[in-house]
């Protein structure tokens, strides 16, 4: 599956990408809110399963518009919690871990964070989740699901597609590194998935990526530790990431990688 072989489908806030495996078309919806979010639908039988929630209230809209008279089977919540409004009376589903990551760890601390930076926009009401995950294949909707559990939450391989979903990767972009021990981790992740030979990975705020993909971030995580151990401080590191890397974007990630790299000093 080629990442770009999809058609477009433009809303009233964002645009939905679809891709056609056959018996199950994936749509991918870019949200076009604040944080680029992106959430994905996958169609069976006329049915649907929804992968994440958008969390604006002009992407809640738009994406019921679009299922509107749609059966959805249901709905994996793993690090996008907040946006309770949408599809209330869909079954939710999600991991213990991640149930507690949305209501009382780092997830509601960025649900808070949020909600004072968006007011209204922003849905800050939790999803209630109806059947709690753990490791081991569920059928959703006609469709199979793996969730692994993260430190965080889940993610959720999707033999039938062969794709797998995690919540960041982003090829041309910089991510949230905690140090050294977590690039080697993220790596890690990353080899397995060229490994499987996954044709597309998800992420909640990229549109869908590919094994070459994954290699770039390999090679920027592996260049990124390099760097770490050259530099003599946290701007030095930051002066030189943007040198070498100077069409990425994220820099407030840069920054707070800069912060775990060096003595937890963001400066």
């Known amino acids: 599956m080629n990442k770009r072989n999809f058609t477009t489908v433009w809303l009233t806030q964002g645009e939905v990408h679809i891709y056609d495996f056959g018996t199950v078309r994936l749509h991918a919806y870019q949200t076009g809110d604040p944080l680029s979010d992106e959430v994905f639908l996958l169609e069976k039988a006329d049915r649907f399963v929804v992968l994440e929630s958008p969390c604006f209230t002009d992407s809640i809209a738009a994406l019921e518009q679009y299922l509107a008279g749609r059966e959805v089977g249901g709905m994996l919540v793993a690090y996008h919690g907040a946006g309770a409004s949408f599809l209330p009376h869909v079954p939710k589903y999600a991991t213990a871990n991640a149930i507690d990551y949305a209501k009382r760890g780092g997830g509601k601390a960025l649900i808070d964070q949020f909600t004072a930076a968006f007011g209204p926009a922003f849905d800050s009401g939790i ?5 709690t995950l753990g490791e081991g294949r569920i059928t959703i909707g006609g469709i199979d699901f793996i969730p692994h559990l993260t430190t965080e939450a889940f993610d959720v391989e999707i033999p039938e597609i062969n794709a797998v979903y995690t919540h960041m990767l982003g090829h041309d972009c910089h991510s949230i590194v905690a140090g ?7 790596i890690a992740q990353l080899r ?12 909640s705020h990229y549109t869908p990526e590919d094994l070459k993909d994954a290699q770039t971030k390999i090679d920027y995580l592996e260049r990124l530790k390099a760097l770490a151990s050259s530099c003599p401080d946290s701007a030095a590191f930051k002066a030189e990431v943007s040198r070498q890397y100077p069409a990425y974007s994220g820099g407030n990630y840069l920054d707070m990688t800069a912060g775990f790299f060096f003595s937890g000093s963001l400066h």
Do not use: C, E, N, V
């Open 180 to 186: 050294a021990g977590h690039a080697d981790g993220m």
């Open 192 to 203: 397995g998935y060229i490994q499987r030979g996954y044709d597309l990975i998800l992420t």
């Open 127 to 131: 999803h209630t989740i109806d059947h």
